[in-house]
């Protein structure tokens, strides 16, 4: 039976000790750095910090500026097609302005929608 037992306990895994567990802080590793590495760290650190967040901003904003033109053009043309050429005015200067730069096609198409809330509105004071 001693054999039994013996054979068992060899063939059963053993578990790893477990890791003390160390605190960490940067001045401990800042111990092993150069001053100048860690500058270099701090001022990594820092660029990769304001390129993810200009990259989010951009990518919300140009998301954004195109949903919102295009909601101001809609709005603008109704308020056209109701007689409101102030408020189709403000609405159209506001898609202009949140338009992106390369939409030159979506671009025409506002400055178009003004040209001719500008005739209406010159044909409507001369009646």
């Not at 590793?29 to 910090?49: F, G, H, Q, Y």
């Not at 096609?105 to 929608?113: F, H, R, W």
Request: net charge positive; with cysteine.
């Amino acid at each position: 039976m001693a054999s039994a037992s013996s054979s068992y306990s060899s063939s059963s895994p053993r578990r790893p000790k477990p890791k003390p567990k160390v605190d960490w802080n940067a001045a401990n590793r800042s111990k092993l750095m150069s001053p100048d590495v860690v500058m270099e760290e701090i001022e990594s650190a820092i660029a990769a910090t304001e390129y993810e967040h200009a990259s989010r901003h951009l990518k919300a904003a140009a998301c954004s500026d195109v949903e919102a033109a295009d909601r101001a053009f809609r709005s603008a043309r109704t308020a056209v097609a109701k007689g409101d050429f102030e408020v189709g005015m403000e609405l159209s200067q506001l898609a202009l302005l949140n338009c992106p730069p390369h939409k030159t096609n979506a671009i025409s198409k506002i400055q178009t929608l003004i040209a001719h809330m500008k005739q209406q509105r010159a044909a409507s004071t001369e009646n």
